[in-house]
């Protein structure tokens, strides 16, 4: 029998734990659920910040999902953020390692090119990898769109976003409109280069985004969604089919080798500004 592919997942850090009230990590069984439905054997990333044994993690999973959870450290996108916005940033208990984890993770997946899904928050942070901003706060510095943060409705979807046709998204779902839920209250302003909205809410708010078309074939998978589906898989076989196409693609991803590196094929750019 052919083993399962290996998904490494990234996990929140709480500030507090359940046995000894320490310093602890933490995963919503949903994304372990969603990837075991879909055929994948779930694996935590180790809370680290080695490059060498985040290398090797990504090196022996098949796959790479990142979770939501925490802020992402403003000093890493905006560092000329306004007093009254830094306010509302709730960012990660543990003095950045988790930002600092995940980005070294994203430059191991394009460097040893593994199929990657990032949800929510690991959407917003592989947007910054690239040089790209957020809205850090979407009430206060974009007032004109929707309520976004409908935690009261975690589970149920809330508004609708326009699927670009052709689109990986597009293609997985097979929908070009999609409802979602909505419980964050940071988005990506606007994709970084190599990347392309193929997601919108109405108001405008990036929903999804993929690499550009010229460069989609140098990656086996790569999918950013700002919504939720772990907490939607009951809600409609679209939702499940996006952990089922990135278990899929994770499987029968060629090695590293085989792909041929374009000229313009894209390394994320947020090192220098992280010293990492």
């Known amino acids: 029998m052919k083993r399962p592919p290996l998904i490494l997942i990234t996990p929140s850090v709480e500030l507090r734990g359940v046995e000894f009230s320490d310093l602890s990590v933490s995963l919503s069984l949903r994304y372990v659920n969603a990837i075991l439905a879909a055929g994948g054997l779930p694996i935590i990333a180790p809370a680290t910040t080695d490059r060498a044994l985040l290398a090797e993690s990504v090196r022996h999973a098949d796959g790479v999902l990142f979770t939501g959870g925490d802020d992402i450290n403003p000093n890493l996108y905006d560092a000329k953020l306004p007093r009254a916005i830094l306010k509302t940033v709730k960012q990660t208990p543990d003095k950045g390692q988790r930002d600092a984890a995940e980005l070294i993770l994203i430059a191991e997946i394009f460097r040893q090119r593994k199929p ?100 989609a074939a140098q990656m086996p998978f790569l999918l950013g969604v700002q919504f939720h589906p772990e907490r939607l898989v009951q809600k409609g076989a679209c939702y499940r089919a996006i952990f089922r196409s990135f278990v899929l693609a994770c499987q029968t991803a060629p090695p590293a080798k085989k792909f041929k590196r374009a000229n313009n094929f894209p390394k994320p750019a947020i090192f220098s500004k992280a010293n990492l």
Do not use: W, Y
């Not at 917003?124 to 409705?153: C, E, T, W, Y």
């Not at 976003?161 to 689109?167: A, L, Y």
């Not at 809410?201 to 993929?210: K, N, P, R, W």
């Open 116 to 215: 990657m899904l990032a949800i929510c928050r690991g959407h917003q942070l592989l947007n910054v990898a690239f040089g790209g901003k957020l809205i850090a706060d979407i009430a206060k510095q974009s007032p004109g769109f929707l309520n976004h943060r409908r935690m009261d409705r975690a589970f149920d979807l809330v508004h609708d976003t326009e699927v670009v046709p052709g689109s990986l998204l597009a293609k997985i779902t097979r929908k070009h409109r999609l409802g979602v839920n909505s419980t964050h209250h940071q988005a990506i302003a606007e994709p970084a280069d190599p990347f392309v909205a193929t997601a919108r809410s109405c108001d405008g708010l990036v929903e999804a985004i993929e690499l550009r078309p010229d460069l």
